[in-house]
């Protein structure tokens, strides 16, 4: 395992601060340290709570966003190289060297120039990498394969090998305690007693373990309650006595939502737990093993054994159908679904998709081609007429406006990058394909601050130290960073509602926890509530 070099760099870019530079103006240049190992300029960060994707509340520092943007911008054009890789150029200007043309980005003026390489290495898929123990080197991927390899491959993948979940021991007793602050308080206590005993365990200080929170543990055992009794309420009025309760969660972390659904449905209605089914399906084998062993740590856990099946797979494997009505739920799993990357040509709107290039030394470059594959073209499809037409583009639909903005110094040639759900498309596809008569519930997070930039654009971010270090690039060294997206509920229902042909509804994370929750257990004296509050950014949609 390479940890211990990773630690070594980590340690050399917090050492040294550079005496001009504000918290964030090197963030980038972490991932360069990861990718290369010779960058060596260093910084501070502020620290942050380490929440599960801490940024994530809409209480973060936007004034801070804006008054960094600019040292954002300049390590961009340090990482990313727009360059083309054809011989034959569609649409060029006339007058331009054979390597320039309309679709290829012009901002990156001291770019190198990759195109042999790029003409030379072989394409490869995430599914190819499975196998792989050592991060692959002189290849090309799509933007999506490179994202799904870093989050899965499953010998160096950030949720296969590196990633922690944060469980706070004992429930919070909202009650007792004072305000919203005291909870603050109490959580940053309990997250440091955490930690101080996994490194006693192993002996030592880790300084680079990925640490994140879910709901489900912050607010155990009420939330997963609620989620109980949406399902309860929903199983009593379409499917009992006919058919038994069949649950589907996937990505389950470490299993305390199926634990808590099920001890609340034996509680309260023991003859419709005699008929429930619990089944997970858990792409990461490290976090099925802790599954099972939560199942199993405490006699009360222990009796739901035989109501149990862990099966530790990709969803995107899955080849059984599965007739019975059924609920499915996919709990802050969509934000880490893989996805592609468009840019636009600003003269004819025309899509270029985006391939990550992996040279001989790790080092990143990105390439765009005006040729979409098959995966990123139906999605385009499928999105436009899902929606009308009626969605956002990361440029202006004024022609006029485009062309005004071209003719300035230095002016790109392309679009700001989109990035398109085409693993959520496929997954849509693998609920309408085997299991017919689901119902789905999830819940995930519709806007996101400090993402990179781009439309739809993700969150990519490390811990170092026990501090959250955000960067300005998904291009970073694969297995040591969170890259998570928002979603757009309005398009992924109306995508959802074309593949399945299922009705849905949609609704804050707030609506639907004063629908299915008892909020005053999590009422703090003050009469303030966590619960409710945490969360503003999180949205909800059920299959109705």
Known sequence: MDSPIVAQLFRQLFRHPHPACQSRRNLATLSSCLQHGRRRTAHHHDHDHDHKRQHHHQHQHQHQHQRQHHYHEQARAHQRRHLSGRNTIR???????????????????????????????????????RSRRERPRRVKMLMRDFIEDSLYNPHYGYFSKQVVIFSPGE?????????????????????????DELDARAGGRDTTRQLWHTPTELFRPYYGEAVARYLLSNYVMTGYPYHDLIIYEMGAGRGTLMLNILDYIRDVEPAVYDRTKYKIIEISSSLAAL?????????????HADKVEIINKSIFDWDACVPSPCF?????????????????????????????????????????????????????????????????????????????????????????????????MQFFDVLERYFPAHRLLTSDFHTLPDAVRGLNSPVVQTRYERRTIPVTTPLVHQGYFDILFPTDFRVMEAVYRALTGKLTRCFSHEAFVRSWAYVEDTRTRSGENPLLTWYRNASVMVTV
């Open 91 to 129: 649409g060029a200007n006339k007058g331009l060297p054979a390597t320039e043309s309309h679709w290829q980005q012009r901002t990156e003026l001291f770019s190198l120039n990759m195109a042999d390489e790029y003409k030379a290495y072989p394409t490869v898929t995430a599914n190819d990498l």
């Open 328 to 424: 499915f739920l996919a709990m802050e799993v969509f934000d880490n679904f893989a996805h592609d990357v468009l840019r636009y040509d600003l003269n004819t709107e025309e899509p270029l998709q985006g391939t990550v290039l992996i040279d001989v030394h790790g080092n990143f470059y990105e390439f765009y081609e005006p040729v979409l594959d098959p995966v990123a073209a139906r999605y385009l499809r499928v999105r436009h007429a899902a929606t009308g037409g009626a969605y956002r583009v990361p440029y202006s639909s004024s022609r006029l406006l485009r062309r005004f903005r071209s003719t300035l110094p230095f002016a790109p040639n392309l679009s700001d990058p989109e990035y398109i759900p085409t693993r959520l």
């Open 171 to 195: 429930p919070f007793d909202f009650n007792l305690l004072p305000d919203e602050p005291a909870f603050h308080a109490e959580l940053a206590r309990r997250y440091t007693a955490f930690e």
């Open 291 to 303: 599954q099972n062993q939560q199942l199993l740590a405490t006699a009360a856990s222990r009796g």
